[in-house]
């Protein structure tokens, strides 16, 4: 393999085997269904899982919140309710925000408020997670021994929707724990506020490192490591 190969599997070797404790991943981006896979084998690793991103209406309409407009994917609400289920099994805390920002369109011109997360508005839909939320996931990532970032708080590109990713990166590029940050959307984010430098480990792997945490093992690497035949 190339050095960058080697760099991707040696820090997520440190995470899926001896990660400093405790380890606190953070998911977030649209669809909680790109990521129930990877959900499903971080609740056997992590302390707390931390959920942002349009993903949490899911979990929080599951849950029986009331969610606006938001980006809710029904059909996978028996998922996220057996997710749900798991956790408290494993003694594990699937940390959900405590308020969003919403508005009634996405624009940077648009009027927003914060909103009780269970209690959304029929006219309006979750953008962000809310400012205390970002507090309090920043309390979270402080005190971590290990970090796993992967996806957006809410519609960063797109201010004021932006502030919640720019906490959670802040807080990340902060602490001192080990640090690694997957998938496109959380490396942008970093890139974006010059933060990319100040973390352990900025994958550019994609979807195959969320396929490495998922599986515990890439058919790739697998080859790498099999005898010689000759």
Known sequence: MGLLVADEVKAFRRLLEDPPRPFVGIIGG?????????IDALLDRVDRLLVGGAM?????????????????????????ESAGERARALGKEIVLPVDVVCAAEISSDAETFVCDPAEIPDDLMGLDIGPETTRRFAEEIAAAGSVLWNG?????????????????AEAFASTPAFTVAGGGDSAAALRQMGLDGRVDHLSTGGG????LIERGDLPGLEALRAPDPA
Request: glycine content about 12%; charged content about 30%; aromatic content about 8%.
């Open 30 to 38: 649209a669809k909680v269904s790109d990521k129930l896979g990877v």
């Open 56 to 80: 949490m209406f899911t979990f929080l309409e599951a849950r029986g919140g009331k969610v606006g407009r938001s980006l809710v994917e029904e059909d996978r609400i028996p998922d996220v």
């Open 152 to 168: 957006p708080m809410g519609v960063f590109e797109t201010p004021p929707f932006d502030a919640g990713t720019k906490g959670v």
């Open 208 to 211: 195959a490192s969320l396929e």
